[in-house]
């Protein structure tokens, strides 16, 4: 049974998760030099933590691990509400410092969803896969997911709230809902979306959106980090300024450069070919999840594997994008490359899902 799911599993995922890192820590030496490599030491042992985790996943059937979903989101929920009291950094409440270690509940709170979503999709279609689009099944469904984005808008955390939505959408997509409710989804969005701007939105995430839509207008304010970004991955050019050579990066202009903007730090210091072999690295790790939610042996395996796949479509996207000036800046990690323990540990975590729904899979579509 082992060797038939090492033998099944899809090994370039692992491949494209391992340069990704190595990619990652590369920057990270590169940056925290001043701070005694720090940062990087922690994120190997992080990364050291996390391969024994992603083992034991990988061994255990995911239908056992989804069993436990129910409990783990219970926990998930009472460590989302107990983190608002505690002290706010950077004014959110998204952080327990215990001693030396602090975790970001938020990010654990992507498994227990994708979890407890897959299973209640899939305990609704049990008489039919048209189940899904009863309306009251497809409340219980929002319900599931809508409890923990709300918790995450309060801290605040609007980026890791859009990762938990988009997240959910192609999941229920994968599931076989009706394209009226997506069609109802997107009408109920662009209405929405102006009244939160100008009726909801707190005066600093408003802020984000004008100097999204136009950086000169404070370039020494809430502009100057999207302005530094554009300038350190123009100066990269096409082989970078090399290691510890970036003028953004390490006179300080670039600020977080081990975490929100270390995309911006690749593009300066190891140029346009390492930051576009990142973007494609990305691309090949969606596919391949795509492909192993295709060819699951069930359901339950396909809509997980979906899930996972919104998570690293948003992360990438959204950082990526927000380093160049394309998208708002949120404060959105980029996924097993920015420095960050439980994002890190949280991502190997979904990888080692991947690996285990790929182990167990058939050769077989969406439903069948």
């Known amino acids: 049974m082992k060797n ?7 090994w370039s995922v692992v491949i494209c998760v391992l340069m990704l890192i ?3 820590c590369i920057e990270l030496f590169s940056v925290t030099g001043s701070s005694n490599y720090n940062e990087l030491v ?4 992080w990364f050291a933590i996390s391969i024994p985790i992603v083992c034991i996943i990988v061994s255990i059937d995911y239908g056992v691990i989804v069993n436990a979903s129910k409990v783990l989101y219970v926990i998930m929920i009472l460590l989302l509400v107990g983190v608002m009291f505690t002290k706010p950094i950077n004014g959110a409440t998204s952080w327990y410092n215990i001693g030396a270690i602090s975790f970001q509940p938020s990010e654990f709170a992507k498994i227990c969803v994708i979890l407890s979503l897959s299973a209640t999709i899939v305990r609704i279609q049990k008489n039919g896969k048209e189940q899904i689009n009863r309306p009251l099944n497809l409340l219980k469904v929002i ?3 809508a409890i923990p984005v709300l918790l995450i808008i309060l801290q605040p955390d609007y980026g890791t709230a859009i990762a938990f939505c988009l997240a959910s959408v192609i999941m229920l997509i994968v599931s076989g809902i009706d394209k009226r409710y997506i069609i109802a989804a997107i009408l ?5 979306l102006p009244l939160l701007y100008f009726f909801i939105l707190p005066v600093h995430a408003k802020t984000r959106i004008d100097v999204f839509l136009n950086p000169d207008l404070d370039p020494r304010g809430s502009g100057y980090n999207v302005l530094q970004s554009k300038l350190a991955i123009g100066s990269g050019k096409f082989w970078g300024m090399g290691i510890k050579n970036g003028s953004q990066t390490q006179l300080g202009y670039l600020y977080p450069q081990t975490t929100d903007f270390i995309y911006s730090a690749i593009g300066e210091e190891l140029g346009f ?3 576009v072999t990142v973007i494609i690295l990305y691309v090949v790790l969606i596919t391949k999840s795509l492909k192993i939610a295709k060819t699951s042996k069930d359901n339950l395996g396909a809509y997980i594997a979906a899930g996972i796949a919104g998570i690293f479509i948003f992360h990438m996207v959204e950082n990526i994008g927000m380093t160049m000036g394309m998208l708002p800046i949120t404060g959105v990690p980029l996924p097993f490359v920015s420095y960050g323990g439980s994002s890190l540990l949280t991502n190997c975590i979904l990888i080692g899902l991947l690996l285990n729904i790929s182990g ?7 439903g069948e």
């Open 143 to 145: 319900i599931v997911f």
């Open 42 to 45: 922690k994120q190997l042992i």
């Open 22 to 24: 190595t990619i990652g």
């Open 4 to 10: 038939r799911i090492l033998k099944n599993i899809d």
């Open 360 to 366: 167990r899979r058939n050769k077989i579509m969406f």
């Open 273 to 275: 070919v390492v930051a």
């Open 188 to 192: 109920i969005a662009a209405i929405a």
